[in-house]
C-alpha cells in the first residue's frame, strides 16, 4: 500500500511558477513509476508527466513541454513537478499517481495509487 499526499498549489498569475511535491509513504518508492496528471472542470483527468521508477527517464505532455520539468528524490520518498511559465489553461486540479508497471507511461489506467489532489490556479 503507498499513500500520497500533495502540496504546494495554489493561486498564481499567467507566466509565473509554482512547485508541487508529493510525498510517498511506504519503503518501496524505487520501486514505482511516479506521474502527475491534472483534471480541469468539466474535462477528463489528462497525463501531465512522469518519472521511471528505474533510470529515472521521463515524459511529458506537449503541452507542458518546455514549461514543466519532473523529478524525483528516491532518499525522501517524493516527486515534485516545477511548472514555469504558467498559462491559465493549466488550471486544475493536479494529482500525483504511483503504478509498478506502467507501460505506457501515459496511461491514467497503469496507476495503481492516486493522492487527493491539489488545486492550481493560474489568473490572467
Known amino acids: 500500500q503507498v499513500q500520497l499526499v500533495e502540496s504546494g498549489g495554489g493561486l498564481v498569475q499567467a507566466g509565473g511558477s509554482l512547485r508541487l511535491s508529493c510525498a510517498a509513504s511506504?519503503?518501496?518508492?524505487?520501486?514505482?513509476?511516479m506521474a502527475w496528471f491534472r483534471q480541469a472542470p468539466g474535462k477528463e483527468r489528462e497525463f501531465v508527466a512522469a518519472?521511471?521508477?528505474?533510470?529515472?527517464?521521463?515524459m511529458l505532455a506537449d503541452s507542458v513541454k518546455g514549461r514543466f520539468t519532473i523529478s524525483r528524490d528516491n532518499a525522501k520518498n517524493t516527486v515534485s513537478l516545477q511548472m514555469n511559465s504558467v498559462k491559465p489553461e493549466d488550471t486544475a486540479v493536479y494529482y500525483c499517481?504511483?503504478?509498478?508497471?506502467?507501460?505506457?507511461?501515459?496511461?491514467?489506467?497503469?496507476?495503481?495509487?492516486w493522492g487527493q489532489g491539489t488545486q492550481v490556479s493560474v489568473s490572467s
Open positions: 518519472i521511471r521508477r528505474s533510470e529515472g527517464g521521463t
Open positions: 511506504g519503503r518501496t518508492f524505487t520501486s514505482y513509476t
Open positions: 499517481a504511483a503504478g509498478r508497471s506502467v507501460v505506457p507511461i501515459y496511461a491514467r489506467y497503469e496507476y495503481d495509487y
